[in-house]
């Protein structure tokens, strides 16, 4: 009969390509993976990896095994969340997906509490863009992700807001709309700006405002790290939208009541995946620390 060992040891030389490491990944010899994989291929009578010098490539028997073996495996890890859910302490790991503003502007003060109240607990964060957490935390790649919340509600993930987030139309000081009191969008779509790139919430909403108005923005350039973008308003390349707690003395704010607008940013998790109690834990500290 098939073995769950088998089937793990399996998707981990698939991800590593290697026997050898997926034997150090998974703390047994190399000798002891080989065993495992030809009993697999004994069991389901294919061969599943082919041996290309040092590296190990997947057959197409192989390649058809992978997603099942992996939503297996997700299944088994799901068992073990719902099983530690009667466990009174949070311990475990807790696979964090966020952006870099949100890491560096929000989370500082819950994850220092976080790991004073519960040391048994270990996180794992990836600071990455919003975007691609959403992406992490639908595949399951990570439990939460603490991202910019779209504003569509989504059928495969609850969203929790925790933080309203501002969001302020700056320049230069030397800039033309720098002294004036009040501007439209069509007077600032004479000018050029820095963006982030199409595909993140913050430029969907300038662009929707912008779509209103019968206008584009004339973008120069796109980055989606925001410190970056506050250095380019500073320096003269155009205007930016970016979040108030970005905004510094070199900056100046424009009145431009059409893009007084906000973004929500918050927790998501898969309606799926049953939440650990450490998972559970950090939300909850989250909320009670706005």
Aim: net charge negative; aromatic share 4%.
């Amino acid at each position: 009969m098939m073995d769950i060992l088998e089937l793990l040891t399996f998707i981990r030389v698939a991800e590593t390509q290697s026997f050898s490491d997926a034997a150090d990944a998974l703390f047994i010899t190399q000798p002891a993976v080989s065993k495992r994989i030809a009993a697999l291929e004994s069991h389901l009578n294919v061969k599943l990896f082919d041996r290309v010098g040092r590296k190990v490539h997947l057959t197409e028997a192989g390649q058809r095994l992978l997603p099942k073996a992996k939503r297996l495996s997700e299944d088994l890890n799901d068992i073990k969340r719902s099983m530690s859910l009667q466990m009174e302490d949070v311990s475990g790991e807790l696979l964090i997906a966020t952006s870099h503003h949100i890491g560096l502007h929000r989370l500082p003060k819950t994850l220092k509490a976080f790991q004073l109240e519960y040391p048994q607990a270990e996180i794992k964060i990836d600071f990455t863009q919003s975007e691609d957490a959403h992406r992490q935390v639908l595949k399951g790649e990570a439990e939460i992700g603490i991202i910019t919340l779209s504003a569509q509600s989504e059928n495969m993930l609850h969203a929790i807001p925790i933080w309203s987030d501002p969001l302020q139309c700056v320049v230069s000081l030397d800039h033309p709309l720098a002294q004036m009191k009040e501007v439209d969008v069509v007077e600032l779509s004479k000018y050029p700006c820095v963006l982030p790139h199409e595909n993140t919430f913050t430029r969907q909403i300038a662009e929707k405002v912008f779509a209103v108005n019968g206008v584009r923005p004339q973008v120069k350039m796109n980055t989606n790290n925001l410190d970056t973008l506050a250095m380019l308003v500073s320096i003269g390349w155009g205007w930016s939208l970016i979040p108030s707690t970005v905004v510094n003395d070199q900056l100046a704010v424009v009145n431009l009541p059409a893009l007084n607008v906000e973004r929500k940013l918050g927790v998501i998790h898969h309606k799926q995946r049953t939440l650990s109690r450490a998972a559970t834990a950090f939300i909850e500290l989250l909320q009670e620390m706005v």
